[in-house]
């Protein structure tokens, strides 16, 4: 299949300034082990800001896209993952800035989380190979736990089983991170189910598994203390994503909005994500928010073509076999078979998912994230002069079925005329 062309058009926020009341969307922020600096992923880039607040510069500047920063413990280096050679590798560089290594070559998603004790190597998380004794059922959302040397070489598989998040304490016979026991999306709020996730830690020694939390809803993104033995993680038992102390209260008490992307520094500064902005927590005291200034060049605003070969989630051919409806960066887009036209369907900062065609291939039934939750909706073609969506002028979407319960993949009825549709809650 010939790669397809499509418009995307992104904008960027200009003239940020400190103290600015709207979020900035800064993500991923990592403080640095002396406490100094905070690495974190903006618009595809990874920066470096200093703790106290200031201008951020970038580490990296590329098409590609960079994020997931993390310290070696050392200070000296920062791994992180980038796309640059078509999936998620993971990279290494100098913290203060240089040239950035490839250590991975799979052609799998492969996230970094921390460096080993000793710095000789970096834990990432991959689906690359299950054990045959291994008795969870076989997805890409069960990966694995590896670690790959700085210096490039040989992966090794560090734990069998899912160990997202995995950090170190300081002298390596210890890994704290949170369980994945099913699929469910990482970001969703308020889920309370048997797959939300725990902490657990793992002895490298005796190779012994100890449950730390077993809150029905989820518990992420654990952290040690500098004293190897207490750690901090952010759980939703309070109704939102804050942190807590192991077996303690919480530490921060926010509303509405979740705590993200928690690290810490080795004096036990902690540092998060919230509301779209960078924070941090010293021992004792409250959270202070990073007053952060981003000068960029506005270069995201400018509408590109953008060629690709992948990334398609789905795609369904029409009944007439004339033209293909496929999912990518979740919009909905129609090709043409032949002459490699393609047309946008949908255009939201939503995703879509589980698109299918009506059977005289005038419409397209697919589900919606809109308004918080998981609706169906129909996209038809307006004048009947036009038999084909890629080459369409006018389209109408239309809500076929959109309460504050969870609805999703829907599919046609042979004869057209009925809409099958899953719907939970």
């Not at 991975?104 to 996230?111: L, P, Q």
């Not at 560090?158 to 170190?168: F, M």
């Not at 690709?308 to 409806?325: Q, Y």
Request: with cysteine; aromatic share 12%; hydrophobic share 35%.
């Amino acid at each position: 299949m010939k790669p397809l062309t499509i418009t995307l058009a992104a904008c960027l926020l200009m003239g940020l300034a400190f103290g600015q009341d709207s979020p900035l969307w800064m993500r991923y922020p990592a403080i640095s082990p002396d406490g100094q600096t905070i690495l974190f992923s903006y618009k595809g880039d990874i920066w470096s800001v200093p703790s106290r607040g200031g201008s951020a510069v970038p580490l990296t500047i590329s098409e590609s896209y960079e994020y997931a920063p993390v310290w070696s413990h050392d200070g000296r280096w920062i791994a992180f993952a980038s796309d640059r050679y078509g999936n998620f590798d993971v990279f290494v560089m100098p913290a203060a800035g240089g040239e950035a290594k490839r250590l991975t070559y799979f052609s799998g998603r492969e996230i970094p989380s921390s460096f080993t004790a000793d710095d000789r190597r970096v834990l990432f998380s991959a689906v690359r190979q299950d054990l045959a004794t291994n008795a969870q059922f076989p997805t890409g959302a069960m990966s694995e736990l590896y670690s790959v040397p700085v210096a490039g070489g040989r992966v090794d598989q560090i734990l069998p089983v899912p160990a997202i998040n995995a950090t170190v304490n300081s002298t390596g016979d210890k890994i704290i991170y949170e369980d994945n026991k099913g699929y469910e999306s990482y970001w969703r709020k308020h889920h309370t189910s048997s797959v939300t996730r725990d902490i657990w830690s793992y002895d490298t020694r005796s190779g012994k598994y100890d449950r730390l939390t077993s809150y029905k809803g989820e518990d992420l993104n654990p952290v040690f203390d500098v004293n190897d033995k207490d750690y901090y993680y952010l759980s939703e038992q309070g109704g939102s994503f804050n942190i807590y102390r192991g077996g303690g209260a919480a530490l921060t008490h926010f509303a509405k909005h979740p705590v993200r992307f928690l690290t810490r520094a080795k004096d036990n500064t902690l540092c998060f994500g919230f509301d779209g902005e960078i924070y941090t927590l010293k021992p004792g005291g409250e959270p202070q928010k990073v007053a952060i200034r981003l000068a960029a060049d506005g270069r995201g605003s400018m509408e590109r073509i953008l060629p690709f070969s992948g990334g398609v989630t789905e795609m369904k051919l029409s009944p007439g076999g004339k033209e293909i409806a496929f999912v990518f960066r979740g919009e909905i887009f129609v090709a043409a078979v032949e002459g490699g036209i393609v047309k946008r369907v949908t255009n939201t900062p939503w995703q879509e998912r589980s698109v299918s065609w009506s059977p005289d291939g005038r419409q397209l039934l697919y589900a919606s994230e809109k308004d918080n939750s998981w609706n169906i909706y129909t996209t038809g073609i307006v004048r009947k002069e036009e038999p084909y969506f890629y080459a369409s002028t006018v389209l109408k979407e239309e809500p076929v079925i959109a309460t504050p319960a969870e609805e999703f993949q829907p599919a046609f009825s042979p004869d057209g005329k009925e809409w099958p549709i899953w719907r939970t809650g």
